[in-house]
Nanobody
Framework: QVQLGESGGGLVQAGGSLRLSCAASGSTFSSYAMGWFRQAPGKERQFVAGISGSGGNTDYADSVKGRFTISRDNIKNTVYLQMNSLKPEDTGIYYC?????????????????WGQGTQVTVSS
């Protein structure tokens, strides 16, 4: 059982940075791969980044490679998404999710626990 809560969203100008945090409660946090997804207006919820249980493996959508970095702290039971060089097309609701597997997948249905989401708005 894992409960997730996102924070750190807000309004930022294009080219700026934000750091999202996802705090987890429950046991065996390190047994879950973690992922970040986002949903923009008029679009489906899409994979952004994933990280393995130990933090040793990461995966990114092509649209964010080189700009976003996912990391985790298993002592603090927290996963992060550092977002740099933000663009207006990055605007959306960002969700944290947990998958009961060691390596992260890109498919939404593989994740069984979800946070409520945090809004990120990038102005031009």
């Amino acid at each position: 059982q894992v409960q997730l809560g996102e924070s750190g969203g807000g309004l930022v100008q294009a080219g700026g940075s934000l750091r999202l945090s996802c705090a987890a409660s429950g046991s065996t946090f390190s047994s879950y791969a973690m992922g970040w997804f986002r949903q923009a207006p008029g679009k489906e919820r899409q994979f952004v980044a994933g990280i393995s249980g130990s933090g040793g493996n990461t995966d990114y959508a092509d649209s964010v490679k080189g700009r976003f970095t996912i990391s985790r702290d298993n002592i603090k039971n927290t996963v992060y998404l550092q977002m740099n060089s933000l663009k207006p097309e990055d605007t959306g609701i960002y969700y944290c999710a947990a998958q009961p597997a060691y390596y992260p997948g890109r498919t939404r249905s593989f994740y069984v626990y979800w946070g409520q989401g945090t809004q990120v708005t990038v102005s031009s």
